[in-house]
């Protein structure tokens, strides 16, 4: 389409712009493959629920499926709600999806945004109508298979007035294979609405992960936003960038646990641009084997009365593992309160021997302190959802020790 013209010159200009922080890679090793046979959920039930995806689809809202770059299904269950690939959402709305087109991602970012616009197929695009407030989950599955593959889908999320949305995204690699997945996110958040936006990721040794996130959030509007990685992969990169206008508020947490010789940089860029807005960064991060991960966070108070917290902590299993922490905190207007807090360490010895004094093995008391370090709040998330995030807490802390 004409209008879509002007995005892809900037895209083509910046194919070649490596990302600010991360590990630089070879984007053109890499190809969309289309899903190949009919993709069977059941055969890969344990997979798809331990990154958070029922299979049978009971309590959901709707669903997305995509495979490779080929989308296998999008369905909405339930009125006020608009599920569509966005191949199907330009179809239909044409030039009217610009006002929500590379707005709140800049095309040219970075070659990983470029190479999304340039060759990405696929992606969601999901739409709460005005004042709805959709009872169950909606569920966002992107799998991958094939070894060389790209898979670089452009989602878009629109929250209109009032409305409330909670959705789940489950991304993993279906066998061991190596590819780079660049999925492109852009949530836009209308006055007085609410979006929980939980992303479960499982990849392999071999994959590159470089994830390009957007949030702008209008007056009195809130995102709560939870991110679990527990993977062995190759690189991963990320720092979602999230805007707050007047009254908006902002929960952002992840937990990533890397294994292997996994090498990750991610974080949050927090901006407070309207009177009275609010944020909180929460960040753990668990390393084993010779893993790496540096954690940033970002918040930039640029407005009246606004307020922001950062809360960064790091958890050491081997020797060779690495934990480094960068809190950043600029105060550009005066009226602001902007506070963080870091550590990075290892499991008490002392808090293990006295679980074993009262009746533990070493490895349940491991276990215990690795849960009691995963937990964060869950703020306002619906009970089923936060019952979701703990059983995979569960499965973490089982598979890490």
């Not at 790091?314 to 207007?333: C, F, M, N, Q, V």
């Amino acid at each position: 389409m004409p209008w879509r013209d002007k995005y892809k010159e900037k895209a083509k200009k910046a194919i070649n712009k490596p990302a600010r922080h991360g590990i630089d890679i070879d984007i053109l090793e890499f190809n969309p493959r289309m899903a190949g046979e009919e993709i069977d959920l059941s055969a890969s039930r344990d997979l798809l629920e331990a990154v958070g995806i029922d299979v049978e689809e009971k309590n959901r809202a709707g669903s997305f499926y995509q495979l490779e770059s080929q989308v296998i299904s999008a369905i909405a269950k339930q009125p006020g709600i608009e599920i569509l690939s966005m191949e199907e959402a330009i179809e239909k709305y044409g030039k009217d999806m610009e006002e929500y087109f590379w707005k709140a991602v800049n095309v040219d970012a970075d070659k990983y945004t470029a190479i999304a616009e340039l060759m990405g197929k696929g992606g969601y695009f999901i739409r709460v109508k005005k004042g709805h407030k959709i009872e169950f989950p909606v569920q966002a599955c992107l799998l991958m298979e094939q070894n060389q593959s790209l898979q670089a889908p452009h989602n878009i999320i629109i929250a209109e007035e009032g409305s409330e949305i909670s959705i789940v995204t489950g991304c993993a690699t279906m066998k061991e294979s190596i590819g780079l997945h660049a999925g492109i996110t852009e949530i836009y958040i209308h006055e007085k609405a609410r979006v929980n936006y939980i992303m479960i990721h499982k990849w392999s040794k071999a994959m590159h992960i470089r994830p390009r996130t957007g949030v702008i959030v209008r007056n009195g509007g809130m995102y709560v936003s939870h991110y679990i990685a527990f993977t062995d992969l190759k690189s991963f990169q990320s720092m979602p960038k999230v805007i707050l206008h007047e009254n908006a508020k902002v929960y952002l947490s992840s937990m990533v646990v890397l294994e292997g010789e996994a090498m990750a940089d991610s974080g949050y860029y927090l901006r407070l641009t309207g009177n009275n807005a609010s944020g909180q960064i929460v960040s753990r991060s668990i390393t084993k084997d010779t893993s790496e991960i540096i954690t940033r966070a970002y918040i930039s108070g640029e407005s009246s009365s606004t307020v922001g917290h950062i809360d960064c902590q790091g958890l050491l299993l081997s020797e060779k593992s690495r934990i480094l922490t960068i809190p950043i905190l600029d105060a550009i207007y005066d009226n602001v309160m902007l506070t963080h807090e870091a550590a990075v360490g290892k499991l008490s010895e002392e808090k293990i021997l006295w679980l074993m004094a009262r009746g533990f093995s070493r490895e349940e008391a491991e276990s215990i302190l690795v849960k009691g370090f995963m937990r964060t709040d869950l703020p306002g998330l619906p009970k089923p959802l936060e019952s979701m995030i703990n059983q995979t807490l569960e499965i973490i802390a089982k598979s890490v020790l």
